[in-house]
């Protein structure tokens, strides 16, 4: 089935440690997204990407970062730089930049 | 950036009322899609829609881009509908959400 898979969807991690967030998609989709969602808000946008080799900040990106070597694959690190880590981050594709967004399930993220 | 703001923030209703959820934007857009968050956390897409209007069985949604602004409509709620409902726009701005809560 086609879709997008995030993992791990659990992780607790020590402060101070970096993270690292999987993003797989087999849409063959050219956008992917990163967002963070803190409890009852809305989502924000921390990184996105229109094509392979090429990514933008999007409203809250300090202390984190992304790579796209990949299509298919776009990871994000929570870096040691983030204050306030403990979140659940959700990955998104898109088949153009500002397309239909299709989610992953996301991953919790609790820094302990 | 461009804002965005939902309205009502939350919502209580008896199972089989009728509601209607709304979007407001501040610029003109080009997109807009409409989100179910169920309580696993899990976004589930209920309509892409730019402009102009779609039904998607007890669910429709209509929005006046000209105007800036969305209504998703729920017809004969279920409990299952409960959950909250996001809007996004341009490069997929959310708003705050409207947390539904239907009753037995």
């Known amino acids: 089935d086609g879709g997008i898979t995030q993992s791990p969807k659990y992780l607790f991690r020590k402060e101070g440690q970096n993270v690292t967030l999987s993003c797989e998609q087999n849409l063959n989709h050219d956008a992917m997204y990163w967002y963070r969602q803190d409890p009852g808000q809305g989502l924000r946008l921390i990184y996105y990407s229109q094509i392979v080799n090429d990514f933008q900040k999007g409203d809250i990106a300090e202390g984190y970062s992304v790579s796209r070597e990949k299509k298919e694959s776009f990871p994000l690190t929570v870096t040691s730089a983030q204050k306030n880590p403990t979140a659940f981050y959700l990955c998104a594709s898109s088949i153009e930049l500002r397309g239909e967004l299709f989610f992953g399930e996301g991953s919790r993220l609790t820094v302990l | 950036g461009i804002q965005v703001e939902q309205s009502p923030p939350d919502l209580i209703l008896q199972e089989g009322a009728n509601s209607t959820l709304r979007c407001n934007f501040s610029?003109?857009?080009?997109?807009l899609q409409w989100f179910h968050q169920n309580p696993w956390g899990q976004l589930i897409n209920l309509f892409y829609i730019p402009s102009g209007t779609k039904q998607n069985g007890r669910l429709s949604a209509t929005t006046v881009a000209t105007e800036r602004y969305s209504l998703l409509y729920i017809s004969s709620s279920q409990t299952t509908d409960s959950g909250v409902y996001f809007c996004?726009?341009?490069?997929?701005?959310f708003g705050a959400g409207t947390r539904l809560t239907v009753k037995p």
């Open positions: 996004a726009v341009g490069l997929m701005r």
């Open positions: 610029d003109s857009v080009n997109n």
